[in-house]
Structures are given as C-alpha cells and as structure tokens.
C-alpha cells in the first residue's frame, strides 16, 4: 500500500487528510505525464481525461482543483458530473480516454472523500503511476530517467480545456438498459440509492426495463450520503420492502460499484449469495468460463462449501475488487467479487457495478421463473462476527506478537470448522476482524478474546 494511495484510491477526511492541494497536484502530474507519453509515442494531441463525482459537498471542491491541475498541464478534462464508479470506468474505455478520475469515498461518510484513477482500458490505475503521484506529491519524482523536482506548466494553445460530457453519462445508461434481455412489466422492485451517485440512474434504467419502482434515498443534498441509507444500512431497504409487499429490492453504495439484495421475504442477501446464484445460472447458461468463481478471503466458509457441492472452482485473493479483477483477467474468469456486494460480470464491466449486478440478479430470477430467495435457499452461510476496530496505529497493532499470539490460539481453537482474519483496513484508518464458526456464539467468544487482547495491549482508542 503506498503514502496515499490505498486499495482503492487515495482517500481521506476532506481538507484534512486530502486537500484541494492534493487533488490538483494529481491532476498537475497526471495532465503532465500522459501528455508526456503522447509525445514520446509522436502523438501531438492533447490528453483527454474523463472524471465523474459523487454527491458529497466537497467533490465539487476536489472536481474543480483536478480540472486546474489538469489543463494547467495541458490536458482535456471532460466532465460527466454526478455519476457513478462503474460509468466512469465504461466511458473511459469505449471512448478511450487517456484516464479517468472518479471523485468518491465509497460507502464512507460525506465527510471522507477521494480520488479513484482509471486506466484507459477501465481498470484501477495500475500501482507503478500512483507511485509516480506519490513522489511528484513529495517532492522526489524521478521520472522518464530524470529527476522532476518541478513538472513544467503547459503555455499559450497548449493549455488544456474543460469538455461538458453529461452525453458519456446518458450513454452509460443506454449500455445498462440494452443488458436487460427480459421486461421487468409486473415486477415490484425496491431501490436504496444511498442519496449518492446512483440516485436518478438507476431508477431510470427499472423504469426504462418496465418495473414499478419504489425508491428511497433519493435526495442528495451534499451531507446525506450514505447516512443510514444503501447498502451499508441495508435495514431500510428492509423495511421498504415487507411493507410495500416488493418482490426484490437493491441497495447501493455511495458511488454505486456494489449492491446487496434483499428478498421477497425481507431477508438480506449479501455479495456470497449474489455470487453462488449467478454462477449456478451463468453454469447453467454455458457462460462461466473456466468454471471458476473468483473471491477473496472474507468470503464465506459456505460459500466454498455450497462450490465444493455443485462441482464450482474457486479463487481466492485480498480483499480489495482491484485484486479480483487482476486475477480474472490473468485467468480469464467470468464472475468475481465481494462479500460486500463488489461483484464483477468482466464479459460486461471492468469494476464492480452495482446496477449491473442487480440486472443479472434479475435476469437469473426471471429465466427461471422463481423468487430471490429460493435461488439463495441451497446456499448455508456460516455465522459471522465482524468488527471494525478503532486502533491508535493499525500495523503496530496487527503486528503485535502479543496479539498474534491470541490469534493463533483462537484459530486452533476452531480448527477446520471456522477461522479468523484480522486485517489492517485499506480504505479507514481501522482493524477489521472477521470471526467464522458453526455458531454464532462462539464467533463472538472468539472474537472476543481477540478484542481484549487488542485491549490489554493497548492498541484499542476507547469511545
């Protein structure tokens, strides 16, 4: 993990751990650099950037230093506004962008945000460019062979121009219905849009595939994301849903790259479920190739079992949807994702993709005629305890031999029929410890220890 950028960009308390300053030096040194290749590779055009935002008051503060960094560098910044992860990635791709930039701190609070990049093929800026950010940050860039202490500003015709590009946006959604194989006509569908970037388009693409949709947290006012709302707060989809007597309802996230469903009946149905049934259907349909699911190691003990069952592969990597998508591509796999509703269909998407995800979930349901919940029903999801832990220093205390230690003596504690993964966040200046067993009592005796551990050597911050 580097300086700034962590698993999923570079992200922080707005002014605080990321400033205005940090968002035009990126865009300074990005604007710089792929100017810099177009003209070793003969290319005299201008580099064209795409960036997106989510609805926190500060991305439009982040937005416009970008866009200064940016063509104050000599590049184009085309601007699709409010929109989501997922569309940024898309335009950035099919209409080959040089990079994108999407504004969002995911499903943290309004008070976070960050800066996520995208490759021109879509996918996470690959680490060697963030590194390259990180020194030109420091003052210690080294780069194309030389040191760059200052990075020089574009002059006259060369200085870049901003491009109103809200039709990338619309063209996105127009990709998002033309996935939809079967009308949604007669099909109650709820919708939690986390008051963030997904809070008019996905409602416009049920609409356009016929379903009657109920929304909340449809109202961003630059304060609201994510607050008690989408899929982080998946109760009030909940609610919504047995009340109104819906078929299926979706959550999203703040920018919209996962989902969570939540059943005929109001239970919840999280990323481990999304990922068995679609993989029993794209098996059915011929389209899992190389029969092999991809997660990563907070999934499910269930989960690899309900595989083991059905004849599926399984791989597992770090948490993160960057490193599930490198491992699909490598291996040419289908279907990846997370626990926590980033699910990846790569024959459509290069990231995860909320509304995607909740098209293919209602795909499955209608070709085979059935509800939600009997498609998760074969599905038995062992009990689990997570915790998200406040520490004074996170790699001081994951690292702890005191701590390890009790880790260890929990694990054996378990043997096969559970596990322990204590993980230092990428994202939150947290530890995140997920406890696995055949009862939810022991999870939390189990946890528990861990906990106190933490506790007695001091490593906890007390609320």
Request: proline residues 2%; glycine residues 10%.
């Amino acid at each position: 993990m580097g300086r700034y950028f962590g698993t999923d960009g570079f992200r922080g308390e707005a002014n605080k751990t990321l400033t205005a300053d940090h968002a035009y030096k990126v865009g300074r040194f990005l604007g710089w650099y792929f100017g810099e290749l177009k003209r070793r590779a003969g290319d005299r055009q201008p580099p064209k950037v795409i960036i997106g935002k989510d609805t926190r008051r500060s991305s439009y503060m982040f937005e416009y230093s970008l866009v200064a960094g940016l063509t104050a560098s000599g590049a184009d910044a085309y601007m699709l506004h409010v929109t989501t992860t997922p569309s940024v990635a898309y335009i950035t791709r099919v209409d080959r962008f040089d990079c994108g930039i999407m504004i969002s701190a995911s499903h943290n609070p309004y008070y976070d945000n960050g800066i996520k990049l995208i490759n021109s093929q879509g996918e996470k800026m690959e680490d060697g460019v963030c590194n390259l950010i990180e020194d030109y940050i420091d003052g210690k860039l080294v780069a194309f062979g030389k040191k760059m202490p200052i990075i020089p500003f574009a002059e006259r015709d060369k200085i870049g121009k901003t491009v109103d590009f809200a039709s990338g946006r619309n063209r996105y959604i127009g990709h998002l219905i033309s996935l939809g194989i079967y009308s949604f006509s007669g099909i109650k569908v709820g919708l939690d849009c986390a008051n963030g970037s997904g809070w008019d388009i996905a409602k416009a693409v049920f609409d356009a595939l016929g379903a009657t949709t109920y929304v909340i947290n449809a109202n961003p006012d630059g304060l609201n994301i994510n607050e008690n709302a989408g899929s982080t707060h998946i109760e009030g989809l909940q609610r919504l849903v047995k009340e109104n007597k819906l078929d299926i309802g979706f959550a999203y996230d703040g920018d919209a790259d996962r989902c969570l469903c939540v059943d005929e009946n109001g239970e919840v149905v999280t990323g481990d479920h999304i990922l068995y049934l679609s993989a029993m259907y794209m098996k059915e349909q011929g389209e899992l190739l190389t029969n092999t699911v991809v997660t990563t190691v907070m999934s499910n003990l269930g989960l690899y079992k309900a595989f083991e069952k059905e004849g599926i592969g399984y791989a597992k990597t770090p948490v993160g949807d960057k490193y599930v998508h490198e491992y699909m591509i490598k291996n040419n796999c289908r279907l990846g994702g997370e626990q926590s509703g980033h699910i990846i269909f790569s024959k459509y998407s290069t990231t995860g993709d909320g509304i995607l995800t909740s098209l293919k979930v209602m795909e499955a349901v209608i070709a085979k005629k059935t509800t939600l919940s009997k498609l998760c029903k074969p599905l038995k999801i062992y009990p689990q305890t997570l915790l998200n832990l406040s520490v004074t220093d996170k790699y001081s205390a994951l690292n702890d031999t005191a701590v390890q230690s009790v880790v260890k003596s929990v694990e054996k504690k378990l043997g096969t029929g559970g596990r322990v993964l204590l993980r230092a966040s990428g994202t939150e200046p947290l530890l995140r410890l997920m406890v696995e067993a055949h009862s939810a009592e022991l999870c939390k005796t189990c946890a528990d220890e861990i906990v106190e551990a933490l506790r007695t050597c001091g490593h906890i911050i007390e609320k």
